[in-house]
């Protein structure tokens, strides 16, 4: 079975840095990967997901994540952060089927 | 706006107690899924539905959780005696189940918390 690792369990930024949260999937062939965010007091929403096609991805709020399938990672970028970006934020891979696998977070605390 | 709604939205009750847990997936979407989210454990797939069916409860202790789907509009998730140890965030998703989109849409949670 598929499995996901997060480098980082919490991560803080200034205002205006930039962002790239690491993620990797434990094995190849046909992958499906999502990156998720969790607001606080909120349930998750999907920030962004790679099928096919571009290895670069773009998702909402000027995100975008990069499918390497050589190094088995898919992680997440944002060139400038801000405040409203604190979260958590989830990389996920579907295991065969509909079961989806989630990483175990990375909280993103963006100081003000 | 298609959304998962869950209920009730917080359960606060005394250990022995069942609680039971309410989700509606969206109109049309076919697979269901049941996570808990605890700060210690993090996001952990319960169980999931496909078409009603469950088709994975693994994640689930069979001896006091159970989960169901009376009909396409309404799964459930009970805990029966419910323990400490269960005070958690529980959420529902829902997702279409076409192989080429298989993106979950989550509902707001139930948090319980159990005395």
């Known amino acids: 079975a598929q499995s996901v690792s997060q480098h980082n369990h919490h991560v803080i930024l200034s205002e205006a840095a930039s962002l790239e949260l690491g993620c990797n999937y434990s094995?190849?062939?046909?992958?499906?990967l999502f990156w998720y965010v969790q607001y606080p007091g909120q349930h998750l929403q999907l920030l962004l997901k790679?099928?096919?096609?571009?290895?670069l991805v773009k998702g909402i709020k000027g995100f975008e994540a990069e499918f390497i399938k050589s190094k088995f990672s898919f992680n997440l970028r944002k060139p400038s952060v801000q405040w409203s970006d604190t979260a958590e934020y989830f990389c996920?891979?579907?295991?065969?089927?509909?079961?989806?696998?989630f990483g175990a977070g990375t909280r993103l605390f963006v100081k003000a | 706006d298609a959304r998962v709604t869950q209920t009730p939205r917080h359960k606060v009750t005394e250990m022995g107690q069942e609680v039971t847990m309410r989700c509606q997936p969206i109109l049309g979407h076919n697979t269901v899924f049941w996570y808990r989210q605890t700060m210690m454990q993090g996001l952990e797939l319960l169980a999931y539905f496909r078409n009603r069916a469950p088709l994975d409860d693994s994640g689930m202790p069979k001896d006091r959780f159970s989960a169901e789907m009376p009909d396409a509009t309404l799964a459930t998730l009970k805990i029966q005696p419910s323990e400490p140890r269960d005070s958690a965030v529980y959420f529902c998703a829902s997702g279409s189940g076409d192989s080429s989109y298989n993106e979950q849409f989550f509902g707001p949670g139930t948090r319980l918390t159990v005395l």
């Open positions: 094995y190849g062939g046909t992958v499906n």
């Open positions: 790679y099928f096919s096609g571009d290895p």
């Open positions: 996920a891979v579907l295991d065969g089927g509909f079961k989806t696998i």
